[in-house]
Structure formats: structure tokens, C-alpha cells
């Protein structure tokens, strides 16, 4: 039963389009949501985060976007550069904070010159 | 970096054999998780620790025990392992609305 969902493997995007990963949950209890990066052989590095009190959060080139009816947030990257290249995991929780989190299988992002 | 650190990185082992591996961290946070991560499936909780000697199972915690009697270092134990925990375990920290992560420990059992 998996409460996170990511639903496609992987994506493929040229250099400087937009990337979109997407990630739905199951659990209406959830309230905070994360987006992690992995690299091969390394730990997931935190990217960006929203509360269920906000529909859209920014960082840089970073915005999460989050639909609560719909149960469904994306993460759009623009424009997308070669070392976005990465596994990206969606995570959510519970407690308007990052205690016990619960992942996506995670989105395999490859960005093509 | 949140000053995580784990041991071993890589190890190989054989069925029915213990394992122990260790996480520890220099920044004194309260909250330490251990994690697996296999293909298809994402990263799972095993166990969670909310303080020295307060510790919990999370999703897959089945074969697996956990302890903190340091705040600084959290062990994560398969007594017993088996094929079906050859996986790459991940230590992590929250810190307010964040986890940080080590760089994890590939473990192989034979």
C-alpha cells in the first residue's frame, strides 16, 4: 500500500526546457511535503518543501506546487540544466514537520544536451 | 552536511550471520532514522530513535532491531540477515523541517 506515489520511472528533458516531476499520496493526513535529489554512490540532499497551507513554494529555478483536493504535487525545474541530472524523491508527513517520512519509488531525471 | 557520518560504507556477508551498522552524528539532534532504499520501492523506514533509548519501528522494521544509548550514535542490528535485506541503508537526521542524510552503506548478503 503505498501512500506516495510516483508514477513515472523516468524523464527526459532537453537542457533548458522544463522539467516536470510529478507525485501523488493517498493519505489526506499529510501535511508537509519534501523533494529530495539523489545522486549515484551519495545521500538525498534536500531541495525544497511545502505546507499543505500553501499551494506553490520557490526557490531559484525550484517551484513545488501543491493541489490538495487533488492529492498531487509537482515539482517544476526551470530551465533544466545538465547536473539536475539525478534521481528525485518526493516525500511527505504528518506533523507539519520532517519526522517519519514517507517516500515516493523516486523519478530518474535525465537532462539531454 | 549535518555532520552524518556511517560505517561501514560497503560491507559482505552471509546469510544467518549478524550485522551491525552505525550512524553517528556531531550535532546532537534528537531525531535519527535508519532507512533502506531498493529499486521500485524508494526509501523505507526501518526505525526511528526520538531520543537516547527511545526508539521506534517504522514500515519494514521486521528483522530488524535498533539502539541509542548515545545521543551521537544510533545502530542498526539484523541479527540474522538474510538475501532479502542486501539493500543501501541510509542514516538520516531532522533538523526543524528538514532530513539530512549520510552517504549510506551498501550491504550485500550472500
Known amino acids: 500500500d503505498q501512500q506516495v506515489k510516483q508514477n513515472s520511472p523516468s524523464l527526459s528533458v532537453q537542457e533548458g526546457r522544463i522539467s516536470i516531476l510529478n507525485c501523488d499520496y493517498t493519505?489526506?493526513?499529510?501535511?508537509?511535503f519534501l523533494w529530495y535529489k539523489k545522486y549515484p554512490a551519495e545521500g538525498p540532499t534536500f531541495l525544497i518543501s511545502?505546507?499543505?497551507?500553501?499551494d506553490k513554494n520557490e526557490d531559484g529555478r525550484f517551484t513545488v506546487f501543491l493541489n490538495k483536493s487533488a492529492k498531487h504535487l509537482s515539482l517544476h525545474i526551470v530551465p533544466s540544466q545538465p547536473g539536475d541530472s539525478a534521481v528525485y524523491f518526493c516525500?511527505?508527513?504528518?506533523?507539519?514537520?520532517?519526522?517519519?517520512?514517507?517516500f515516493g519509488q523516486g523519478t530518474r531525471l535525465t537532462i539531454n544536451p | 552536511d549535518a555532520g552524518i557520518t556511517q560505517s561501514p560504507r560497503h560491507k559482505v556477508t552471509e546469510t544467518g550471520t549478524p550485522v551491525t551498522l552505525r550512524c553517528h552524528q556531531t550535532?546532537?539532534?534528537?531525531?535519527m532514522y535508519w532507512y533502506r532504499q531498493d529499486p521500485g520501492h524508494g526509501l523505507r523506514l526501518i526505525h526511528y530513535?526520538?531520543?537516547?533509548?527511545?526508539?521506534d519501528k517504522g514500515e519494514v522494521s521486521d528483522g530488524y532491531s535498533v539502539s541509542r544509548s548515545k545521543t551521537e550514535d544510533f545502530l542498526l542490528t539484523l541479527e540474522s540477515a538474510t538475501s532479502s535485506q542486501t539493500s543501501v541503508y541510509f542514516c538520516?537526521?531532522?533538523?526543524?523541517?528538514?532530513?539530512?542524510f549520510g552517504p549510506g552503506t551498501r550491504l550485500t548478503v550472500l
Open positions: 530513535s526520538y531520543g537516547v533509548k527511545d526508539t
Open positions: 516525500a511527505a508527513s504528518e506533523n507539519q514537520g520532517a519526522q517519519k517520512l514517507v
Open positions: 538520516a537526521i531532522s533538523e526543524r523541517n528538514e532530513q539530512f
Open positions: 511545502i505546507s499543505s497551507i500553501k
Open positions: 493519505n489526506s493526513m499529510f501535511d508537509y
Open positions: 550535532e546532537n539532534h534528537r531525531y
